[in-house]
């Protein structure tokens, strides 16, 4: 049987006491960095039959604001899934992902990770997100607000015996992360996360592992969605990424589609790739599936 997952999260490392810059999410509105919107975009996942919105979760050192949505079924619990937010943190097309995932019936949240080091949504320039905001982010505080994430959700109407976790771009590599973190999730899909160290993503103290260290050991199954076309994360090094794991028990894999480019889901950007963003949605849904995630 399944241990409950607040036995086998550990205790939250001390953080210190800092000061919160996030403190709300702003519904509805995408982050300055992504304007103008794709002209394709669609967001059309609305909230009806769902309890959606911002909550805020207890942490370490404070608490910070998520994004919750689920079905509006009172007295049930529902399995959840954990969506790890881009560099852009939770804005508009998170919040919709989160939605899309409370239709399938989970309890889906978003937790604004960047909480501590600053606000991302008005900034414009993305070099300005890295190095003012994301640098400082140390991957010990997303593991442990995850943890608090995955707990508040066991208390408010999620099924915790059944977690998964999914992440985008920065998230991405989180969600290699964590699932290597947390032995209790069921299963992963990380999206074109950055695998291996490199010049623009070199190890440092604040992210001292990166997913190809941990592969071999994994024992949660991950899926990993990844473009052929992205020149962020070359073919290289997805190759390294499915020898570890190949050497390892965790039955995850990689799928490479080999017109998509980086960001390939979210269809606000220029890079959304329609076929493979279906395709790859219906591996995710399968592999959670699969793996008795929901």
């Given amino acids: 049987m399944k241990e409950s997952i607040i036995d086998l999260i550990p205790a939250a490392p001390d953080l210190g006491r800092r000061e919160f810059f996030v403190t709300s999410i702003l519904a509805g509105v995408f982050?300055?960095?992504v304007q103008p919107i794709a002209a394709q975009t669609k967001i059309t996942t609305d909230a009806n039959g769902l309890v959606a919105?911002?909550?805020?979760?207890?942490?370490?050192?404070?608490?910070?604001?998520?994004y919750r949505a689920m079905p509006d079924k009172k007295g049930k619990?529902?399995?959840?899934?954990?969506?790890?937010h881009e560099i852009f943190g939770v804005h508009e097309w998170i919040q919709d992902v989160v939605r899309r995932f409370a239709k399938l019936g989970y309890l889906a949240i978003a937790p604004s990770l960047y909480s501590r080091q600053g606000d991302v949504s008005q900034m414009k320039e993305i070099r300005d997100i890295i190095s003012k905001v994301v640098a400082k982010v140390?991957?010990?505080?997303?593991?442990s607000d995850l943890d608090s994430t995955v707990v508040w959700a066991g208390k408010n109407s999620g099924n915790t015996k059944k977690l998964s976790v999914t992440g985008f771009c920065w998230g991405g590599r989180q969600t290699w992360l964590y699932a290597a973190h947390n032995k209790n999730v069921d299963a992963g899909a990380a999206w074109y996360g950055g695998l291996v160290p490199s010049a623009n993503a070199p190890k440092n103290p604040n992210?001292?592992?990166?997913?190809?260290d941990l592969a071999k050991d994994l024992k949660v199954p991950v899926i990993g969605l990844y473009g052929g076309l992205d020149k962020s994360i070359p073919l290289d090094s997805v190759q390294q990424m499915q020898d570890e794991l190949k050497k390892g028990t965790s039955k995850s894999e990689i799928v490479v589609f080999p017109n998509a480019d980086h960001g390939f889901l979210a269809d606000y950007r220029p890079s959304y790739n329609r076929e493979s963003a279906e395709d790859a949605w219906k591996k995710v849904q399968d592999w959670f599936k699969k793996y008795k995630a929901i």
Avoid: H, R
Wanted: hydrophobic share 50%; net charge negative.
């Fill in 31 to 33: 982050a300055m960095a």
């Fill in 53 to 66: 919105g911002e909550v805020k979760i207890p942490v370490s050192d404070g608490e910070i604001p998520a």
């Fill in 77 to 84: 619990k529902f399995p959840v899934v954990l969506v790890i």
């Fill in 138 to 143: 140390p991957d010990s505080q997303v593991m």
């Fill in 207 to 212: 992210q001292p592992t990166f997913p190809i």
